[in-house]
Structure formats: structure tokens, C-alpha cells
């Protein structure tokens, strides 16, 4: 941003919502792109500057949504920056599939040195989170020769074919493209909050895991056709719901026991976000492959597959992309990977510790709050018509998020009615509590109003 620019602290809203410049941009993407985004509210995003995104009318906003969990070190971060445009400068694309550059092995020993499994390591390179999930279905079949994989209903691998052969969080998601990849058998994931009712929260996280062995691996699936269990550590797009630890510790017996390789789905839980460099790793779990895209890269489009060494044994022809670890892209990986480690990590862990005391007693103060959970810079509230039926309040958590951004916060739901706050990892406490303050006040809001609707107003 220009330095004429002056951000203030919080938000600043300047014109009615969405401004005239935004109005002509809307009707220009109504005529020309594809209908099948799923926008929640109006906001053009002209430019950003470490929480702050400005609009194309002048207004400012402060981003709990980080671009959908990306932009680690905030948009713009000038050192992010100054590594992109150095490497610009210098050679932008060669293609790392039929020639070589330094910085794929820079990247790689970086990676290699915070991974979640002991080294050595290997890593391949792609573009997005869909192209990391592509890769290891694939090479969890190669390398096993077994077919069949694993994944959790309310996952959210990605969108192209294998990996929404894994994705089963709506089902707006698959509709119309069946027949997808076979193969793929879907199991619980521990929901802890709507777990059974009068059942311990890890016995029930653990029966889930034992749910594979017990019933389908002695029942539908041969384990020893069985390539892989796909797992988000924390589920993003399902509700932001946080795994126990005991059913990850579990996933990896099971896995151990039949041959079957573990892969972390880190897309979106990864890079930090968590407060650990991987969010596997609060439970003290090694997977065999992790998949990394998002936040690595601050916003260029970067995905890594990172496995232990002697999983990834294809040869050459076997997979590979033209753009993947594009050099412009690495270089912005790098200059990520020295913030994280330098400030941004700690960072996610003491301002999501502070966020989830803070909003921790929510379910206690409001009716429509059912649950608040969260690992570092990673948390979900989710909303209820009715504490004791869960029922979800999806069209009340829409409204939240459209009220917090009139009000000049930038949130995202997640799930059919969670409200996800996943901010750059260098947010402020200040940052944070003016958000928190505005959500806070949204949730009063739409409760009033489903409170006057319940009686009739
Ligand atoms: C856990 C997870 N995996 C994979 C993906 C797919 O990533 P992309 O949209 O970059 O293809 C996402 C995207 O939200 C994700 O959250």
C-alpha cells in the first residue's frame, strides 16, 4: 500500500457496501466468471497490507479470513515481497520438470528440517492443495500397489477429481460429476461436540479410529489392499474441528499395523497456523506423506508433498506439473519460512491462546453459540438453534459474518454453521480483540433478531 495510505487501527468503512467501484466490478464478474464460486458478501479487494485489506472504494477491513487461510505473514509482507520481486527479476519459469533450480532444494532442506517425520524426506512439488492431494493419492497407490483408500466424511481434500473423491463435506461439492475415482471408503471423524451423548470425549475420539479396524477393514475392505488413510489433523472446511491427539496416536497404530501409509492433509491446518509448525505434531504423530499448500507460500500458488524418504519411489514419467515449484513462488516460500520461524508461529500460539480465552465462555453467554474450539490461529464458533439438539443455525451464522463485514471484519464460515477466525498469523492482540469485539457484537445481534423471530416480531 502506497504510504499516502493511512491504516488506521481497526476498521474503516468509508462507503455504503458494496461502493460504487465495487458495484461495477460485481456486475462485471456476474457477466464473465464462473457462477460457481461461493462468495459470502461483496468485498473487492484492491490491496492489503498485514491484516488490513483495502477495498476498491477506499474502505479497510481487518481480515480474519487471511484469503481463506493463506496469507500467513499477512498480505504484502515487505519481505515476502522483496523475494518475489528479486527472483521476477531474475528468472521467473523454467519448469523444475525438465530442468533443475537451486531453491527447490533450498526449499526442500528448509522443509525437511521442521518436518513432522524423522528425514530423510523427498518432495514434490505442485500449485495448489488439490495438486498435494493428487500427488499422494497417487503415490500412496504406486508405492503400495493397493488401491483403496481411506478418508473422513466432512473432509475437504479439494476439488478436482481424485481429491474430491476424498472430500465429503456438502454435498453441492460432488453433485453431477459422478462417477468419481473408486476406491474410496468414508469413516467418522471424531466430532467431539456432537459426539453421543453421555460418552467420554476420547474413548469416542478412539472408537472412531477402532471403528476402521474393527468393522471396516474386518468387513468391506481388505487391509491389505488399503494404500492410505487421509486425515485434516484439524478439519478446515468441515467446521474447523479439532481431532483428540488419542485418535491420531491411534490412526498411526493402525496404519503401522496393516501396511497402510498415513497421509496429513496440512493444507490448510499447516504452515504454522496451529501454533506448531504442523498441527499433527500436538499429538505427537509422524505421519508418511504431508500435504502443504496455502500458507507456505503467502499467497503464490505453491503446494508441497513432503513423505519419508523411501515412500516416494516412483520414476520418472510418473507424475509431474509444469509449474510446480515455479522459482517466483519458492522464493516467496522461503522469505515465508523465515518470518514463521522468526516471529509468526509463536505469534499464532499466544494470540489463539488469548482469542480462545477470550471467547471460551460463549457457549455460557449466548444461546446461539453451541461450541468454540481451536489449536493457534485456527478456531471455529459454531452456531446453534438449540443448545440441547445441536441444530445447526447455518442461515444466523451467514448472517454474522455479512454483519461483520458491513461492520469492517473479514470472517469466512466453515462447515454448514461455524464461523472460522483464521487471520494472518502476525496479527496484533489489539487486532484481534477489535474483531473479536465485532463479532461478539454480531452474534448479540443475530440472536436478538432469532430471538424476535421466535416470538413472532
Ligand atoms: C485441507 C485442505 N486440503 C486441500 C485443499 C484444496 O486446496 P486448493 O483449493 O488449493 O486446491 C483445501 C482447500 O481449502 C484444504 O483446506
Known amino acids: 500500500m502506497p504510504s499516502t495510505v493511512t491504516i488506521l487501527a481497526g476498521p474503516h468503512i468509508r462507503t455504503e457496501l ?3 467501484n465495487a458495484r461495477r466490478v460485481l456486475e462485471g464478474d456476474k457477466t464473465y466468471v464462473s457462477p460457481s464460486y461461493t462468495r459470502s458478501y461483496p468485498l473487492v479487494a484492491k490491496r492489503g497490507r498485514g491484516v488490513v485489506v483495502e477495498d476498491v ?3 479497510q477491513f481487518l481480515d480474519f ?4 487461510a493463506v496469507v500467513s505473514t499477512g498480505h504484502c509482507h515487505p519481505e515476502v515481497v522483496a523475494a518475489i520481486q528479486k527472483q521476477a527479476a531474475e528468472l521467473i519459469h523454467m519448469s523444475g520438470t525438465d530442468f533443475y533450480y537451486e531453491n527447490m532444494i533450498t526449499l526442500a532442506e528448509r522443509l525437511s528440517a521442521v518436518a513432522p517425520m524423522k528425514g530423510p524426506h523427498r518432495f514434490y512439488y505442485g500449485n495448489s492443495g488439490a495438486e498435494a492431494v493428487e500427488a499422494a493419492i497417487k503415490l500412496s497407490r504406486y508405492h503400495t500397489k493397493r488401491q483403496n483408500i481411506i478418508a473422513f466424511y466432512g473432509a475437504f481434500h479439494g476439488r478436482t477429481m481424485g481429491a474430491l473423491s476424498l472430500t465429503a463435506s456438502k454435498v453441492q461439492q460432488r453433485r453431477r460429476f459422478f462417477p468419481l475415482m473408486p476406491g474410496v471408503t468414508h469413516v467418522p471423524y471424531p466430532n467431539v461436540y456432537r459426539r453421543p451423548q453421555g460418552t467420554d470425549p476420547v474413548e469416542y475420539a478412539v472408537d472412531c479410529a477402532r471403528f476402521i479396524e474393527q468393522k471396516v477393514l474386518k468387513t468391506t475392505l481388505p487391509p491389505e489392499e488399503v494404500a492410505a488413510i487421509f486425515v485434516e489433523p484439524i478439519q478446515g472446511e ?7 491427539p488419542e485418535f491420531l496416536v491411534e490412526l498411526r497404530r493402525i496404519c503401522d499395523q496393516h501396511g497402510i501409509l498415513l497421509v496429513a492433509d496440512e493444507v490448510q491446518c499447516g504452515s504454522g497456523r496451529s501454533g506448531k509448525w504442523w498441527a499433527i505434531q500436538h499429538a505427537g504423530v509422524e505421519p508418511d506423506i504431508v500435504c502443504i499448500a496455502k ?4 499467497g503464490m500458488p505453491l503446494s508441497v508433498m513432503m513423505t519419508k524418504k523411501d515412500i516416494m519411489d516412483w520414476v520418472p514419467g510418473s507424475h509431474a ?6 522459482p517466483v513462488c519458492i522464493a516467496a516460500a522461503l522469505a515465508t519460512i523465515d518470518v514463521l520461524e522468526r516471529e509468526a508461529i509463536a505469534n499464532a500460539d499466544t494470540i489463539g491462546r488469548h482469542i480462545m480465552q477470550r471467547i471460551s465462555a460463549w457457549p455460557q453467554k449466548y444461546e446461539l453459540v453451541g461450541d468454540v474450539r481451536g489449536r493457534g490461529l485456527m478456531i471455529g464458533v459454531e452456531l446453534v438453534t438449540d443448545k440441547q439438539s445441536k441444530a445447526p443455525a447455518g442461515p444466523a451464522r451467514d448472517k454474522v459474518v455479512e454483519m461483520a463485514f458491513a461492520r469492517g471484519c473479514l470472517f469466512l464460515g466453515a462447515g454448514e454453521n461455524s464461523v472460522r477466525i483464521c487471520p494472518p498469523l502476525i496479527i496484533t492482540r489489539e487486532q484481534a480483540d477489535i474483531g473479536l469485539d465485532i463479532l461478539e457484537e454480531c452474534i448479540r445481534a443475530a440472536e436478538k433478531s432469532s430471538d424476535q423471530r421466535g416470538k413472532g416480531a
Open 18 to 20: 458494496p461502493g460504487p
Open 238 to 244: 468441515g467446521g474447523y474441528i479439532v481431532a483428540p
Open 57 to 59: 472504494d477506499g474502505n
Open 295 to 298: 500458507g507456505i507460500a503467502s
Open 321 to 326: 506439473s509444469t509449474f510446480g515449484g515455479n
Open 65 to 68: 479470513s487471511a484469503g481463506i
